[in-house]
């Protein structure tokens, strides 16, 4: 990823066509099989959070990247349970998620 994009994402993520037609398609096919509000849900490749807001619908949600600097705006953005972690080895216990 190119790091001269992260603060353009975060800054775009919430109101661009783009992002938030990604946003639409994934909330209406999480909400026709996700029911439970108290899943424990992983997003894998967060980045800088965009998609974090629309996970909380669903569940509590731990995201994680490989790359320091999208964590660091994800937190920024006041994600906290964001970690810098590589997804073929992820720091976290087996069947911990749900989601």
């Known amino acids: 990823m190119d790091h ?5 994402f975060a800054a775009v993520e919430q109101r661009h066509w783009w992002f938030t037609g990604r946003q639409e398609i994934f909330y209406r096919a999480l909400r ?8 424990q849900i992983l997003d894998v490749g967060c980045g800088t959070g965009g998609m974090v807001t629309l996970l909380r619908r669903f569940g509590e949600v731990t ?3 490989i790359d ?4 660091d705006f994800s937190r920024q953005r ?7 972690a ?11 998620f749900t989601v």
């Open 86 to 96: 590589d997804a073929a080895k992820l720091p976290l216990p087996d069947n911990s």
């Open 4 to 8: 001269s994009m992260y603060p353009v």
């Open 32 to 39: 026709r099989y996700i029911h439970n509000p108290d899943n």
């Open 68 to 71: 320091q600097q999208a964590v």
């Open 63 to 65: 995201g994680t990247d």
């Open 78 to 84: 006041g994600y906290k349970n964001v970690i810098l």
